[in-house]
């Protein structure tokens, strides 16, 4: 439900201005599977507090302000580090 507004937007409405830079390069680089990539590294990145919500009403506040807790270098290892992306990606593109 809120994910749709990162692949409407292309993350470029919350993300911070170092981490849109490095959206555009990867996504000009690698095509649609950036778009994926970095929405599972945001879910990755804030696993721990996604999965402790305790109702819907909490999980959307979170989900509001998931940006405050993502860093440039975090989002990028979360991202391209998944052993499991990979198989989904085809899976999807293939």
């Keep these: 439900m809120y994910a ?9 409405i919350n993300l911070k201005t170092e ?6 390069d990867c996504f000009f680089l690698d ?6 990539k970095f929405g599972l590294g945001i879910l990755k990145i ?11 009403d909490e999980l959307m506040t979170l989900m ?3 940006y405050d807790y ?4 975090d989002l990028m ?3 391209y580090t998944f052993s499991h992306i990979r198989k ?4 999807i593109f293939l």
């Design 4 to 12: 749709s507004q990162w692949f409407l937007t292309i993350f470029t």
């Design 19 to 24: 981490c849109i830079v490095r959206f555009l």
């Design 31 to 36: 095509g649609f599977k950036t778009i994926y």
């Design 46 to 56: 804030n696993e721990e507090k996604i999965l402790s919500s305790k109702n819907f």
């Design 64 to 66: 509001k302000n998931i």
């Design 70 to 73: 993502i860093s440039l270098e």
């Design 77 to 79: 290892t979360k991202s």
């Design 88 to 91: 989904q990606l085809e899976v």
